[in-house]
């Protein structure tokens, strides 16, 4: 259940912090006064949609924090891996900004928005004015059945999606003679294209790098040419390799025979001397043989690159992206060759597919009209004990083509008086009859989850009197096995509370301060009686109150 909600910063709640019970915890206060505030504030913090609107005027940031307890072991803590505390205590956080940021925790561990949202799913339900026209859409009817009966349509939806699948494609290989023949040119055009330039991935960065070189290579053959001359000479003059040799051939003759030591370290290092000449004149030589170039090879390596920066600009950026084109071509191309044969073949998948749906559809409708039934009953039975005993109700379906949510078209239709024909809800309801209407079906639904809170904002709008009473006596029991939390206008259904907390708004002369203040007995002796008599409370409308609570206490 929900145990503590603090609030900064929301719309004109500067500060509050407001302690909830298990049971019934109502909330009342003047019109404006900021009760609605505390709903969006708590679906706020559950991840719901909020825009910066709803944060205090001058301040930058708003802050919502829940803490939840005695929760059950939830789907969402095994797939998010957080847990509640040793204590049994969950703590989840929402800050909101003016830039529009959130920043969300669980716990102390950051979360999404997406994932405050799913577990606010899993722990809360809010229910809303606004949800009454629910009833009015076929989608959200037939979730109430599906929800009411535990209809799981997981198998359906997977072999539709797969019937629509087949059926895409046929529409995309159904194309007029005219048009094939057009497409085909196309392709076949532009696939010899691409395959007569024979594109290889990498040769467009390898080719570069060659053109960058032969850039420079005259400068660099001339520099290599002169330092081979240099060492190797020509015709008129010897070179250095030749110049040592000779200077080696000298010292090895014999004449500093009888030196010693000396005479044999010098032949020993021009002979070292003319070995390195040696070296580096081959190495010279191989340079030059590398650095030889022929400037048709210049000329065809920008050619090759010209074709492929003007393939680039028709059929992708970079040659992978031009070869997974050319690849798509040919795909497409065999398609439309072979597109009477796939057609033939997805024709009778498709044949296969769309009785294997209708098959799964039917017995989806089937289930959906037994779980209808029931749900009729336990609808009526839950207005019968709100005061509309005369009420005849019934959900009718009607065929529809086949789509995402069946053959099923779904509509609740009613007859609140005696001798009136059953019409829609939205043709014969008023606001207080759809509120009932809207608390018994989510009566009924809140059965078969586990959902620890149920939150009703205004549901009870429109209804006075002793359907009034009975809206307040459901409520209470409802709360008997969850934790309900009501916004309420209503003196029934304020002195049925377990607890009363008062929204109250204040002016300090600047700012608009709201109060929560969670009421004592005589404290709520006079709020119920408030909400009888209006602004001037008498002795009368207390005893009224009292009376009241004390009903209700006893039921």
């Known amino acids: 259940m929900l145990a503590v909600l603090h609030i900064e910063n929301i719309a004109v709640i500067e500060k509050a912090d407001i302690e909830f019970t298990q049971g019934l915890n109502v909330l009342t206060g003047e019109t404006g006064a900021g009760k609605s505030i505390v709903i969006d504030a708590i679906g706020a913090v559950l991840g719901e949609r909020t825009s910066r609107e709803l944060i205090r005027t001058g301040a ?35 800050r909101i900004s003016t830039d529009g940021k959130n920043i969300c925790r669980v716990n102390g561990c950051p979360a999404t928005v997406s994932q405050l949202k799913a577990l606010g799913r899993e722990i809360l339900n809010i229910h809303g004015q606004h949800d009454s026209l629910q009833m009015f859409d076929e989608t959200y009817q037939l979730k109430f059945i599906d929800g009411f009966g535990g209809i799981s349509t997981e198998e359906y939806l997977k072999c539709y999606s797969e019937y629509r699948e087949i059926l895409d494609e046929i529409e995309s290989l159904s194309m007029d003679e005219a048009e094939k023949e057009r497409r085909k040119d196309i392709l076949t055009f532009q696939i010899g294209e691409l395959e007569r330039a024979d594109l290889k991935a990498g040769e467009d960065e390898e080719l570069e790098a060659r053109r960058s070189f032969l850039k420079d290579a005259a400068k660099r053959m001339d520099c290599v040419e002169q330092a081979y001359l240099a060492f190797s000479g020509d015709e008129h003059t010897d070179g250095i390799y030749a110049a040592i040799m000779g200077a080696e051939h000298i010292l090895t003759s014999g004449s500093l025979d009888g030196i010693g030591e000396y005479g044999e370290t010098l032949i020993e290092s021009v002979t070292d001397l003319r070995q390195n000449a040696a070296d580096i004149l081959e190495r010279l030589r191989d340079l030059k043989d590398e650095l030889e170039f022929s400037p048709e090879e210049y000329d065809e390596i920008e050619t090759r690159l010209d074709l492929i920066r003007r ?132 009566t009924v639904l809140a059965e078969n989850d586990e959902i620890g809170t149920l939150i009703f904002d205004e549901v009870d709008s429109g209804v006075s009197g002793k359907a009034a009473q009975k809206v307040g006596a459901k409520l209470r029991k409802v709360a008997k096995h969850r934790q309900v939390i009501s916004v309420t206008h209503l003196p029934q259904v304020a002195a049925c509370a377990d607890t009363h907390l008062k929204i109250s708004k204040n002016t300090d002369g600047a700012r608009t301060v709201i109060k929560v203040t969670n009421l004592s007995r005589l404290e709520r002796i006079d709020e119920v009686a408030r909400i009888i008599s209006g602004e001037k409370i008498t002795e009368a409308s207390r005893r009224h109150a009292e009376e009241m609570i004390d009903m209700a206490a006893k039921s």
């Open 60 to 94: 930058d940031n708003a802050l919502v924090t829940a803490v939840f307890c005695d929760l059950p072991s939830l789907p969402w803590f095994e797939e998010n891996g957080i847990w509640p505390d040793e204590d049994g205590y969950l703590l989840i956080m929402r």
């Open 311 to 442: 393939l680039s600009r028709k059929y992708g950026g970079s040659i992978p992206e031009m070869l997974k084109y050319l690849e798509k071509c040919r795909t497409e191309l065999d398609n439309i060759e072979y597109a009477s044969d796939r057609l033939e073949k997805l024709n009778r998948q498709l044949e296969a597919k769309e009785a294997e749906c209708q098959k799964l559809a039917i017995e989806l409708s089937e289930k959906r009209k037994a779980a209808a039934l029931r749900l009729k009953e336990r609808i009526l039975d839950e207005l019968r004990q709100l005061d509309m005993p005369k009420v005849r109700l019934d959900i009718v379906f009607t065929e529809k083509p086949m789509d995402s949510k069946g053959i099923d078209a779904v509509s609740f239709e009613m007859s609140t008086n005696p001798g009136e024909n059953l019409r829609p809800i939205n043709k014969i309801a008023s606001g207080g009859e759809l509120s009932r209407i809207m608390l018994a079906l989510k």
